[in-house]
């Protein structure tokens, strides 16, 4: 009985030490993070053993494990009908409400998360999503199933997604779904928000679709590589669940390039000063002029003198705008649709939103920046059984509501 008792205290210990993070004060409801940082840190460390091992990808493990929790999850919003059907080729759902409307519908195109290689969006929470979004607006919802990473890399997800959106916005798609052409927005979370601010872009300056995006929704997007060290990836690096190091594999991941490169750009030896390719681009993710000092706080730019002179060119994805978005130029910009940008305090991503918030309004497109101070990445991800963050369910309501004014 003894050994028991101190078997099983040894164990509370093990297990609250593994668990333990130490959080900023403000963040949302910080027990309940740090359990799912500690499973999320887990199932990665499996993905990585079992990589190590030969047996599997460790993306593959991670997404199996991501696919088999939120398939436990059950369904909500059932009245919502589905549709599995190609778009060009591209695997996608649609979901729209029951029954005939006299009036044509809304509709929202979806661009799930999860770092371009993971993410179940027919299952769990992007389901639940997406039903509610077209329950609550009574809207037609288009999720794109894309293909990720490591089996594709740029721009093959990129390109899926603007394959999709030009086929529903082609005047005969729009009809049959009783879709109103002038009243479709594209919507994205993390990864999914970079893919949608890169297709909105496309279709803004694309001259073979009449039909357009009216709006655009970005939710905690991730929208550069060329700084990892922003002021909210320093305040935040060691922050869960996206952590710096993470985000820096799955841009790597992404861009199809040698995963050994974060350590390098992590401290930004991609972008030293001796890099003149970047000339133009710099003041394009200049923060110390793109964001107010209060955001900016006491942090300072990361510069290194002489860095690794060849990422640039070995990478060509980093320079690139279909992939980095903020990198877009003044003319393609303008040419964007109205935005809202969500962005959370505890986010390494903060300021990719918020410098996008700040050059999109500089070249006169309307943005509505929505910011959490006890937000973190992925909160959006936890508005739903069983695993609910009080600023989850926030954002998820105020996002829909801002869609079903505007929209
Ligand atoms: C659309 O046409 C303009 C002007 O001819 C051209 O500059 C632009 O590149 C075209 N857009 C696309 C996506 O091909
Ligand atoms: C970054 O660049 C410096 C200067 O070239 C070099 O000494 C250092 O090893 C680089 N660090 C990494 C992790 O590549």
Redesign the pocket.
């Known amino acids: 009985m003894k050994l028991l008792c101190g078997f099983t205290l040894l164990l509370t210990v093990a297990l609250a030490y593994y668990v333990y993070i130490p959080l900023p004060r403000t963040i949302s409801e910080p027990w309940k993070l740090m359990v799912l940082d500690a499973t999320f840190r887990g199932v990665v460390k499996m993905g990585d053993i079992a990589h190590s091992l030969g047996l599997s990808h460790s993306v593959h493990v991670i997404n199996s494990a991501i696919v088999g929790f939120e398939s436990l999850v059950p369904i909500t919003n059932q009245e919502i009908q589905t549709e599995d059907v190609l778009f060009d080729g591209v695997h996608v759902r649609v979901y729209y409400p029951q029954g005939e409307e006299e009036k044509l519908r809304r509709a929202v195109m979806f661009i799930h998360g999860g770092g371009w290689s993971l993410g179940a969006p027919k299952l769990g929470s992007y389901d639940s999503l997406c039903r509610q979004m077209s329950a609550d607006l009574n809207a037609v919802v288009v999720t794109v199933d894309y293909r990720m990473a490591p089996d594709v890399h740029f721009p093959v997800q990129y390109e899926e997604c603007v394959q999709a959106a030009k086929h529903l916005l082609k005047p005969e798609v729009l009809k049959q779904y009783s879709v109103d052409p002038e009243r479709v927005a594209v919507c994205g979370d993390s990864a999914g928000g970079n893919l949608a601010a890169a297709v909105a872009q496309?279709i803004g300056?694309?001259?073979s679709t009449s039909a357009k995006f009216k709006l655009q929704v970005l939710i905690y997007p991730v929208l550069q590589a060329l700084d990892f060290n922003t002021a909210s990836y320093q305040q935040n690096h060691n922050v869960p669940i996206l952590y710096r190091r993470l985000m820096a594999r799955f841009w790597l991941e992404y861009l199809g390039a040698d995963p050994e490169l974060a350590h390098s750009i992590m401290m930004n030896n991609h972008t030293a000063q001796d890099q003149n390719l970047l000339s133009q681009n710099r003041a394009k993710l200049d923060w110390t002029n793109l964001l107010p000092k209060e955001i900016r706080k006491h942090f300072k730019p990361v510069f290194p003198v002489t860095g690794s002179p060849n990422i640039l060119s070995d990478v060509p994805g980093l320079l690139d705008s279909r992939a980095s978005p903020l990198l877009a130029e003044d003319e393609v910009l303008r040419m964007a649709p109205r935005a809202y940008i969500m962005t959370g305090e505890h986010d390494v991503l903060r300021d990719d939103g918020m410098m996008y918030a700040r050059r999109l309004e500089l070249a006169g497109v309307s943005v509505t920046n929505d910011h959490y101070q006890d937000g973190f990445h992925g909160c959006v991800s936890f508005a739903f059984w069983p695993c609910y963050f009080s600023v989850g369910v926030n954002a998820v309501q105020n996002y829909i509501a801002w869609l079903d004014k505007h929209l």
Do not use: S
């Open positions: 496309r300056t694309e001259n």
